[in-house]
């Protein structure tokens, strides 16, 4: 049998609670290679993560090279989130097998009595197109954006939280977005005026989200900027590099748990 490659590694970390009240810092890990399953459960002393369960709600499992999930509860959903970005959310229904996880690197989040549980995933790299065989098509990207434009950095303060934070972060009010830009020189003079102006332009000019905000939600408007932020991360119009178009936040933004995980030289304890 051959030895398993570093990239067919699957490295699954969680929080554990008789050792994090010491340090909060401390996690445990598991490396699984192709063919290997990890049962998991919840503890029943502390509501944490188990990866040693006497009785199993999930399973990690690599099939066919692919991170699969599985979910053996009767009722409970869990939820995974994309790391990489910001607001692409999954969820894994109740009784729901061998279901692909689609991120490189993950968080799933499952319920437990004590509250969310949260273990971050980092899985294979994925597989990409060869340069010869890349095919341009402009019309499939109706989006164009200006990214030097005043109007994109109205856009990327509000994808900010989600972007640093979770699918969950809130979405800023247009006075959080005035004081956000105005740490950058072309924004000295901004109000909630000029914001709600690019807000607006943004909406009706640039990406149109009128239409599919309304449909969205079954014909109740979401708010502009929460229609905005929704389509403009779905479709990776706004993504983290951008950020650093950002002045560096005075105070802050609540940030993903910054776990690392090496790429080189992961092996089996």
């Known amino acids: 049998m051959g030895t398993a490659?570093?990239?067919?590694?699957?490295?699954?970390?969680?929080?554990?609670?008789?050792?994090?009240h010491r340090d909060p810092g401390t996690y445990e890990s598991?490396?699984?290679?192709?063919?290997?399953q990890m049962c998991f459960g919840i503890s029943s002393r502390s509501g944490a993560f188990d990866p040693r369960p006497a009785r199993s709600v999930g399973a990690f499992e690599i099939v066919s090279g692919n991170l699969h999930i599985s979910n053996f509860t009767s009722t409970t959903t869990f939820a995974i989130e994309n790391l990489e970005g910001g607001a692409e959310l999954v969820k894994v229904t109740?009784?729901?097998?061998?279901?692909?996880i689609p991120f490189e690197m993950s968080r799933v989040l499952i319920p437990s009595w004590a509250?969310?549980?949260?273990?971050?995933?980092?899985?294979?790299p994925p597989e990409v197109v060869h340069e010869a065989g890349v095919v341009d098509l402009p019309e499939s990207s109706p989006f164009q954006?200006?990214?030097?434009?005043?109007?994109?950095?109205?856009?990327?303060?509000?994808c900010e939280p989600r972007l640093r934070g979770s699918s969950m972060a809130a979405v800023p009010s247009v006075q959080e977005v005035v004081d956000r830009l105005r740490q950058n020189d072309r924004f000295k003079e901004a109000n909630r005026s000029s914001v709600n102006y690019h807000i607006d332009y943004l909406r009706e000019r640039?990406?149109?989200?009128?239409?599919?905000?309304?449909?969205?939600?079954?014909?109740?408007?979401?708010s502009k900027r929460e229609a905005l932020v929704s389509f403009a991360l779905r479709y990776d119009l706004v993504r983290e590099e951008h950020l650093s178009l950002l002045s560096p936040p005075v105070t802050p933004v609540a940030s993903r748990d910054d776990v690392v995980v090496?790429?080189?030289?992961i092996h089996t304890a």
């Open 94 to 100: 109740s009784r729901r097998r061998r279901m692909v």
């Open 145 to 158: 954006l200006d990214e030097t434009s005043k109007y994109f950095l109205v856009l990327v303060a509000l």
């Open 206 to 222: 640039k990406l149109r989200v009128e239409q599919w905000a309304m449909y969205s939600a079954n014909g109740r408007m979401h």
């Open 262 to 265: 090496p790429r080189v030289g």
């Open 5 to 20: 490659r570093e990239d067919d590694t699957v490295v699954v970390m969680w929080s554990n609670p008789d050792k994090s």
């Open 30 to 36: 598991a490396h699984l290679f192709p063919g290997q």
């Open 115 to 124: 509250g969310l549980i949260a273990v971050t995933v980092f899985g294979r």
